[in-house]
């Protein structure tokens, strides 16, 4: 550990305000950055961030064998990873809810006709096989061993394809407001009769 950050940590851990203010001003700003890069929302990484810096401020027994650098990036990193593992699940059942309203035929949603156009679009503009494969499983509901045997391919080549082609669905309309509105269950929804 550099001569400074040993002066830093011994700091903190005697409760010394003057060294957990430089620490602060130090890593403040990189670990934010740092932070932002891993969730994509300033103001959850300023919460993660404080976070760490008030476990800092609140853990007596830290030992940090290394760097205190490395020590906070790593505790920022843990952090971010945690979020994200608890957002993964909801992630998930978001979007088995846009694949199951969006192209179901027994559902329609009220979107405008530009929202449906570009959903029609994206899933037009996947690679042939890997939209043969989507398509077979969401418009006609058919399980992956039941694709596999229509299209001649292994099941786990259907696994790989639903799984490109959910991904890149998710990334080119990621920026669509209304499925935004979707996700969050603000929508309307009317049954086929």
């Known amino acids: 550990m550099i001569a400074h950050e040993t002066i830093l940590v011994n700091g903190i851990l005697s409760r ?6 430089v620490l602060f001003e130090t890593y403040h700003a990189p670990l934010f950055r740092f932070a932002e890069s891993y969730v994509c929302c300033p103001g ?3 919460d ?3 976070e760490v810096f008030i476990k800092l401020w609140e853990n007596t027994d830290i030992r940090i064998s290394g760097s205190l650098r490395s020590y906070l990036f790593l505790m920022v990193r843990n952090r971010c990873v945690d979020y994200l593992r608890s957002i ?3 992630d998930k059942k978001k979007q088995q809810l846009m694949d199951a309203q969006i192209i179901s035929d027994s559902v329609d949603l009220e979107l ?8 029609k679009q994206a899933i037009q503009e996947l690679p042939d096989q890997c939209r043969k494969v989507y398509e077979l499983s969401v418009y006609s509901g058919l399980k992956h061993v039941e694709i596999a045997e229509e299209l001649e391919i292994s099941v786990n080549t259907v696994k790989a394809q639903v799984f490109r082609a959910k991904n890149k669905l ?8 209304e499925l935004l509105l ?3 269950g603000v929508f309307t929804v009317k049954r086929a009769r």
């Open 170 to 177: 998710r990334e080119t309309l990621s920026n669509i407001k």
């Open 182 to 184: 979707l996700f969050s």
């Open 48 to 50: 993660i961030v404080q």
């Open 112 to 119: 405008d006709k530009g929202v449906s156009q570009r959903i």
């Open 16 to 21: 010394d305000k003057k060294a957990f203010s």
């Open 44 to 46: 959850l990484a300023e």
């Open 88 to 90: 993964k699940l909801e």
